[in-house]
């Protein structure tokens, strides 16, 4: 083979690997929009409707509990929606906690045209908090987001501040996760191509790269925070975990799951999921630590 035809399939190689990014780059912050319905007949909520910014809003269900116990807003993973957390909010609401768990922005039945990754995410996780505490004024509140509800909790900079914050499976920037699982798609080149799909961003989401490093904003959280993702985590690596850990300020804690990758924490170990997570609320929610 000649090095001019060696060239073209390599520049046809490229260009179909551009075309395919930015398809993905469609499908990626497309909408995860769908019926959610009304909760399980087992699952005493009701359904509430928050506005966020104007003729934006998020649905949710709420669950009242025992006068004085805590309050838990509940925040699902990407292209998910609330009933990823059905299971935490089954026990927690037995435990006698109020319990709020809602479709972040552009998934589920909430508004939203696009996909943000938490940036617009965070106007959700704003008012899921407003409501839960013109709702229930003086309960201590706690937050548990898994991956883009854990960075969508991180860059709502809320103020004042939860009591305690639960960061499960978090991407430390934006980079890293999209080089992360590329490479995981593509093997060690895939990493060079994800400036074609951190291009899109502004384009399809409005937002950019500055705005989605949710580690960078660890500091400012305010709040005990309790940091935890699987081993065997792909998308989300132990040493990414270990980094968002030591970039957050005490109190904190953290929990390795061993086996786990990126999966349902607590659907992987309830009982161990339980014992630490829930034990991690009490100690800030009921004892005012």
Do not use: C
Request: charged share 20%; proline share 7%.
């Amino acid at each position: 083979m000649t090095r001019r035809r060696i060239a073209l399939v390599g520049l046809t190689l490229l260009v179909g690997a551009a075309a395919l990014l930015f398809g993905a780059g469609e499908i990626l912050s497309r909408p995860a929009s769908r019926p959610v319905g009304p909760p399980p007949v087992d699952f005493s909520a009701q359904t509430v409707r928050i506005p966020t910014t104007p003729g934006q809003f998020v649905v949710g269900w709420f669950v009242p509990g025992q006068a004085t116990r805590g309050v838990v807003l509940l925040l699902h993973g990407v292209r998910a929606d609330r009933t990823q957390m059905l299971g935490r909010a089954r026990s927690l609401s037995r435990l006698g906690y109020a319990v709020l768990l809602i479709d972040l922005p552009a998934h589920g039945e909430s508004s939203g045209e696009r996909i943000t990754f938490g940036a617009k995410e965070a106007a959700g996780v704003t008012a899921a908090v407003a409501f839960l505490r013109g709702k229930l004024p003086g309960e201590r509140l706690g937050i548990i987001g898994v991956s883009l509800g854990a960075a969508s909790t991180v860059l709502a900079k809320l103020r004042p501040a939860p009591n305690a914050v639960v960061l499960e499976s978090m991407y430390p920037t934006i980079e890293e996760a999209v080089a992360g699982r590329l490479t995981m798609r593509f093997g060690s080149a895939g990493a060079s191509l994800a400036p074609i799909l951190l291009w899109q961003l502004p384009l399809r989401t409005g937002t950019s790269s500055e705005d989605l490093r949710p580690i960078q904003h660890l500091e400012d959280l305010g709040a005990p925070v309790l940091v935890t993702s699987g081993a065997e985590d792909r998308h989300t690596t132990w040493a990414e975990t270990l980094r968002v850990f030591q970039s957050a300020k005490q109190p904190k804690e953290l929990w390795r799951v061993d086996g786990a990758a990126h999966v349902d924490l607590h659907a992987f170990q309830p009982y161990e999921y339980e014992r630490r997570v829930f034990g991690f609320l009490a100690k800030y929610l009921r004892n005012g630590a």
